[in-house]
């Protein structure tokens, strides 16, 4: 079966750094997604990985290891408004995006 | 300037009545999803039309039909809700199928059954 594995809640201080861990197993592999989710909206897109390696857009970075199934969301100087679920999700073989339940975040001053 | 338009944003439908959501897109995108969301779970996809061709879940309940009318609009029809239906309901967009474009979502749908 496909699975997508991350933890269900993280918390962290504002101004710091936290790290989301996400790990896959779905039939083919056609890039990984990360959404950003506020509570009771929809998600937004934050980032795309197909390649190994780093992705850095401002605070938020995205990394993916292909051969290991895994992939990590870097959020760098969290600010309150970073409370949120991010939700990695993979694109299989035949481009459907499997969803992960999703990191629910919490931000404390 | 809304991309992905769904209404209503809140529809509170009784146990069995029928129930149709509905969404639009000023993206002119070919593809378009629905999903349904309960709290604290991932989307789960219920059916996407690629331009006007259907593609349904196998595990999608017969209860969801869906129906797009033109590339705009779509529409998500519960024909006999049950309490377990209550969810948000999201529609979203992506110009291809291709995984390097991504997906636009709409703001959803939050369906109470009573």
């Known amino acids: 079966g496909q699975n997508i594995d991350q933890p269900t809640e993280m918390t962290a201080t504002e101004g710091a750094i936290v790290q989301i861990n996400c790990t896959y197993q779905?039939?083919?592999?056609?890039?990984l997604f990360w959404y950003q989710q506020h509570a009771g909206e929809a998600p937004t897109f934050l980032s795309y990985?197909?390649l190994d390696g780093l992705e850095e857009k401002g605070r938020f970075s995205s990394f993916l290891s292909r051969s290991k199934g895994y992939s990590y969301l870097l959020l760098k100087e969290l600010q309150m408004k970073d409370s949120a679920s991010y939700l990695c999700a993979v694109m299989d073989s035949n481009y459907q995006l499997i969803w992960g339940a999703g990191t629910k975040l919490i931000i404390k001053p | 300037d809304a991309m992905v338009i769904q209404n209503p944003r809140y529809q509170v439908t009784q146990f069995g009545k029928p129930v149709t959501l509905s969404c639009s897109q000023t993206l002119n995108h070919n593809v378009m999803y629905w999903y349904q969301q309960k709290s604290s779970q991932a989307p789960k996809l219920l059916f996407h039309y690629y331009d006007k061709d259907f593609n349904n879940e196998a595990d999608t309940p017969d209860n969801f039909q869906s129906r797009r009318p033109n590339t705009s609009f779509c529409f998500l029809d519960i024909r006999s809700p049950g309490l377990g239906d209550a969810a948000m309901y999201l529609c979203a967009t992506s110009r291809e199928r291709d995984p390097s474009y991504e997906q636009y979502f709409g703001p959803g749908t939050r369906l109470t059954v009573t």
């Open positions: 990985n197909v």
């Open positions: 779905t039939s083919g592999f056609n890039g």
